[in-house]
């Protein structure tokens, strides 16, 4: 990789290093939500910055690359409304990587789990892109996010509990398969241009600034390379 790559992955691994060491010690208490996660295994050591890392020693850096596993991330709680329960969402997280045309793009997919009323879970997707460098008219050459329903084209749902493609219903009766949620448009535009940035964007999105100012801020102190590597100017949220 160029000195340009190893910066930006350097920059993609402190961001991520520091979202998973927000969540350690961090428990679950639904059944439904621990049982959910039990079909996605961990990547590697749970800790998704240190296959970052191997990736960028190793592997074909041209084609994209998957981090075998996924990342449980950080809970987060939503205020409910006119009375309701708040509710908590838990995201799964899946990264895949590549170098192209002289920059390291990224990719993550990140589903929100939470329990119904009723105990099942549902999934909720989205992916996270670096520019797209075709030029085709579908293409988006700039960082961008859009609904997605499942990890990959063809793959498997997100519904509880049978993750299976949404050919049947609930009674094992067979339904039309329709989507209903846009996969290709709208791609809402982000305000990142690097790795690093796009990972950043993925916590804010999530969490809001005041919580992923406190997930940065407590690794920013004790590494004083972190801001240097993150970019102060795109972390002016953090302060001083």
Known sequence: MSKTEVKELAKLQAVVGAWYQAGLGDTTKSDAAAEFRTLFPAIGNGDPSSDLKAWGRHGNKKAWFPLEG???????????????????????????????????????????????????????????DSADHDSGDNSHPYAHVQHITNWEPGSQGFRWPRLAPLTEDEDAHPVEIRKTTP?????????CNDAGGLAVAVMLSIYGATRTAQMLKNVAQADPQFYLLCGRDKLEFLGD
């Open 183 to 191: 996969e290709t448009k709208p791609a809402v535009p982000l305000a």
């Open 70 to 128: 996924y990342f449980s991330a950080h809970p987060v709680t939503t205020p409910g409304r006119d009375g309701a329960d708040d509710q908590t969402m838990w995201p799964l997280v899946s990264f895949q990587l590549r170098e192209h045309s002289g920059a390291l793009q990224l990719m993550i997919r990140v589903v929100l789990c939470a329990v119904g009323p009723d105990g099942r879970v549902d999934g909720w997707g989205w992916r996270f």
